[in-house]
T-cell receptor, first 113, second 114 residues
Framework: GEDVEQSLFLSVREGDSSVINCTYT??????LYWYKQEPGAGLQLLTY?????DMKQDQRLTVLLNKKDKHLSLRIADTQTGDSAIYFC?????????????FGSGTRLSIRP | DGGITQSPKYLFRKEGQNVTLSCEQN?????MYWYRQDPGQGLRLIYY???????QKGDIAEGYSVSREKKESFPLTVTSAQKNPTAFYLC?????????????FGSGTQLSVL
């Protein structure tokens, strides 16, 4: 089946690292993504990782992929107030007719001073 | 600038009324998608279209209809059969041939029932 799961809330202190976790069920995923959504806005792509990679780093963002456990994480270093948002994990899957992207429920990240 | 434009930003529906949400893109993408977002839930796929004049039902298509007469446009109609239409609606597009297959999103339409 198709399912992407993530916890609903995360609270961190400003300047600390945030780690948002995600699990998925379909081992045939080609790409896995992290999207960010600010209030009342659409989603913007933060980063993505191809399914044959273990890690990807992009400035303050680090993505780790454990294919064996079907676990994806996003680490945000030196978390700032501007990082407050909902973060969605998503996987891209192909079947015979089309490709689909399945989203998790989103993790709301809040920053404490 | 290339992008996806959704309109209106806010929309109100009276009981028994059909309403249409607009989505236009100038990214030259073949594939377009409509998602529904409810508080505390992920995005659920309503309809998608891989190419002009073709579209498929997503996971929650009941009470919705779409058309894809032009590559740039993928309007969504919320019909009176959709009994719980209040939600945030997001349109997206992508280039299926692009290496990372990422989605580009519009800024959304908030639909509420009067």
């Amino acid at each position: 089946g198709e399912d992407v799961e993530q916890s609903l809330f995360l609270s961190v202190r400003e300047g600390d690292s945030s780690v948002i976790n995600c699990t998925y069920t379909d081992s045939s995923s080609t790409y896995l993504y992290w999207y960010k959504q600010e209030p009342g806005a659409g989603l913007q792509l933060l980063t993505y990782i191809f399914s044959n990679m273990d890690m990807k780093q992009d400035q303050r963002l680090t993505v780790l992929l454990n294919k064996k456990d079907k676990h994806l994480s996003l680490r945000i270093a030196d978390t700032q107030t501007g990082d407050s948002a909902i973060y969605f994990c998503a996987e891209s899957m192909r079947n015979s007719s089309a490709s689909k992207i399945i989203f998790g429920s989103g993790t709301r990240l809040s920053i404490r001073p | 600038d290339g992008g996806i434009t959704q309109s209106p930003k806010y929309l109100f529906r009276k009981e028994g009324q059909n309403v249409t949400l607009s989505c236009e893109q100038n990214l030259n993408h073949d594939a377009m998608y409509w998602y529904r977002q409810d508080p505390g839930q992920g995005l659920r796929l309503i309809y998608y279209s891989q190419i002009v004049n073709d579209f498929q039902k997503g996971d929650i298509a009941e009470g919705y209809s779409v058309s894809r007469e032009k590559k740039e446009s993928f309007p969504l109609t919320v019909t009176s059969a959709q009994k719980n239409p209040t939600a945030f609606y997001l349109c997206a597009s992508r280039d299926p041939g692009a290496p990372n297959e990422k989605l580009f999103f519009g800024s959304g339409t908030q639909l509420s029932v009067l």
